[in-house]
């Protein structure tokens, strides 16, 4: 209440040291928004409007291509794979990558950092040096063109990616917490379970979200390994794209784009409500 | 309730032995304090106890029951941790219930339980709050309610009170001291202050380097150290010590070749030595050795006087007040009895052991 008033000169730099940092951030802002705005614009354009020069930001909007490819087969299935193949890879990286983290952090394994180090290695080796062994792999057994062949496929990257990140989120919580628990008549899983995880759900949540998006918009694997059952819109879109006998249709390239986008801002939105910050506060001192 | 007994317990990481073979036996009821300076083993020492470390040689019996090998879970001991390490998500009173109902005890008597330790710890209104809406010494006092709740065989405590303002440890001292009396239950204390050890244990073990250095009441401690180390650890403010040669068992001879008269009746045999005496045990009279008074420091019931001894710095502490003032010249005497003889050896700097939490 009484806390004296600020020199007069310090507010001036507080303020201007604001409005540069207010500033920086519009700017940066909309170098990365731009690109989604103008698809945005573009899929509600007619295809006279799509090319004029200069651009034009004021036209007649039209549903006309969502309408067309909302109804066209082969987009919902390949909607509701993503989905499956999405939300099914993540929640096995979720299970997978959590405990092989936790291991990682709390017990005494010998060679446990070398083997850590291995596995982010991995990581380091260009997808597209993968694709094709991965694609003789799965039709070896006879795994082509499956859900499960893409679930398998993106855990073999977002496994490592979940792992490391819950890893240092599971060192950033008290060894006492467990240890406690397993005093007070719980097993190392029994302190898992009661208490380690229900405290870093929000970790876990947003860490499962991020693993999601990462496959909601792989194209690689999913052009390698999937045909015509499993393909994921990021196919159908590269299909659009790379249309040689009609050319490239933008209307349809950037409304399909902007359905895929749609959910990742949705569940981008959600990852905001989760942020990993003062879930273990209140476990230790003041 | 229960005995401890710590047989030639060892340590290793990998081929670095970190406690080198400790024997302890802890009677039924007892308060024992584990004491010494950070990287003493204390704390592995009591982890062990807990099965929260391996123990790599030697047993550990709780009861009559080897437990080297039987799980945390399966001790039917509590802990109370340094940072208390309650459970973020669980208000205090399922913080204080968790280990009751892992053991399948009855809802109606967990509640009539916690209930009660609430009321012996002052937490009845608190226990629905979660731990981040609790200060420092509440949240203390829920991990001590969490251990009382569950009526174990042991408590083990694990520096307690070093997350605490001065204020407050002072006074969660005496509630340990206190529910202990009440309670009457095996307690073994790690603590690396001395003043805390020595108020609250019925024993106090000084471990220094991975060793037992010595062990005993508070007071047999205080009055005969065994070593240098725990006549240097125990006491505030600490012993004086002086380096010198003992000259037919009636003079000090300093490396400055100051002689002090010394009346220690058997030097046993020893004619190099640090002599060690207690600030209180200095009696300022009319003869004695001569010393320069530095600082003096009045608190009211007693007074702290710094003073030169031939070059060295000595601390006297005086019941009630005094006139002195520094510049001033003062003769020190000791009687015989309160003389502490040791082999001349380098003086532990015990500056780091000072409680600085």
Redo the contacts between chains.
């Keep these: 209440m009484s806390a004296p008033a600020p020199s007069t000169a310090h507010r001036t730099r507080t303020s201007t040291s604001h409005r540069l940092r207010v500033m920086g951030g519009i700017a940066v802002s909309i170098l990365f928004l731009f690109p989604i705005y103008w698809m945005v614009l573009t899929s509600f354009k007619q295809q006279v409007d799509i090319f004029t020069t200069p651009p034009k930001f004021l036209f007649i909007p039209t549903l006309e291509t969502y309408i067309e490819y909302m109804q066209r087969a082969d987009i919902t299935r390949r909607l509701v794979n993503t989905i499956i193949v999405a939300a099914g890879s993540g929640l096995l990286s979720i299970v997978v990558g959590a405990m092989a983290g936790y291991a990682l952090a709390r017990i005494r394994i010998r060679g446990a950092a070398t083997f850590g180090l291995l596995i982010l290695l991995s990581r380091g080796v260009p997808p597209i040096a993968l694709a094709v062994p991965m694609f003789l792999v799965a039709r070896k057994l006879g795994l082509t063109d499956k859900h499960i062949t893409l679930i398998l496929a993106y855990s073999t990257f977002l496994i490592p990616y979940v792992m490391w990140l819950m890893r240092s989120f599971f060192l950033s919580l008290p060894r006492e917490l467990e240890e406690s628990a397993m005093i007070d008549g719980c097993s190392r899983y029994g302190a898992l379970f009661k208490i380690i995880i229900p405290i870093s759900l929000p970790g876990l949540l947003s860490t499962l979200i991020f693993s999601m998006i990462l496959a909601w918009e792989e194209l690689l694997f999913a052009l390698v390994l999937t045909n015509r059952h499993a393909s994921t819109i990021p196919v159908a879109i590269a299909g659009i794209a790379g249309d040689t006998v009609n050319g490239a249709n933008w209307g349809a390239l950037t409304a399909v784009g902007t359905i895929t986008v749609v959910p990742v801002v949705v569940f981008a939105l959600l990852v905001q409500k989760w942020l990993i910050t003062g879930l273990a506060e209140g476990a230790t001192k003041g | 309730m229960s005995t401890v007994q710590i047989r030639d317990a060892r340590k290793s990481y990998g081929s670095v032995e970190v406690l080198h073979g400790v024997s302890l036996d802890i009677e039924d009821g007892e308060f024992v304090a584990l004491v010494g300076p950070s990287g003493c083993g204390k704390s592995t020492l009591l982890r062990m106890i807990?099965?929260?470390e391996d123990i790599t040689g030697g047993d550990i019996l709780i009861g009559d029951r080897v437990v080297n090998h039987i799980?945390?879970?399966d001790?039917d001991?509590?802990?109370v941790?340094?940072?208390?390490?309650?459970?973020?998500?669980k208000n205090v009173r399922e913080n204080m219930g968790?280990?009751l109902r892992?053991?399948r005890i009855r809802k109606a008597e967990i509640e009539e339980r916690v209930n009660n330790t609430a009321q012996i710890l002052g937490l009845e209104n608190l226990l629905d709050r979660?731990?981040?809406?609790?200060?420092?010494g509440q949240?203390q006092r829920v991990a001590m309610g969490?251990a009382i709740v569950?009526d174990p065989n042991v408590f083990l405590f694990d520096e307690p009170l070093s997350?605490l303002d001065a204020k407050l440890r002072v006074q969660m001292r005496s509630e340990i001291k206190e529910l202990h009396q009440r309670l009457k239950t095996t307690t073994i204390y790690v603590t690396h202050d001395q003043i805390e050890a020595m108020t609250l244990a019925d024993r106090v073990v000084v471990m220094n380097g991975g060793v037992v250095e010595q062990e005993g009441s508070p007071l047999d401690l205080y009055d005969n150290p065994a070593s240098l180390f725990v006549a240097a650890f125990i006491g505030s403010p600490p012993m004086n010590f002086l380096e010198g040669d003992l000259v037919d068992g009636t003079n000090l001879v300093l490396a400055d070749s100051t002689a002090l008269p010394l009346p220690v009746g058997d030097p046993k045999g020893r004619s190099r030595v640090t002599v060690g005496i207690r600030p209180e045990h200095f009696t300022i009279g009319d003869s004695g050795w001569p010393a320069t008074v530095s600082v003096v420091e009045p608190t009211g019931s007693e007074t702290q006087i710094t003073a030169r001894l031939a070059g060295h710095i000595v601390r006297i502490l005086i019941r009630g007040r005094t006139a002195t003032k520094p510049g001033e010249t003062i003769h020190l005497a000791i009687a015989p009895e309160y003389v502490h003889l040791f082999d001349a050896a380098p003086v532990p700097q015990l500056a780091d052991l000072e409680d600085v939490a």
């Design positions: 807990a099965g929260l799980a945390p879970k001790r001991i509590a802990m941790f340094q940072n208390y390490a309650l459970y973020p998500h968790f280990a892992q053991r979660k731990p981040r809406q609790l200060s420092g949240r969490r569950r997350n």
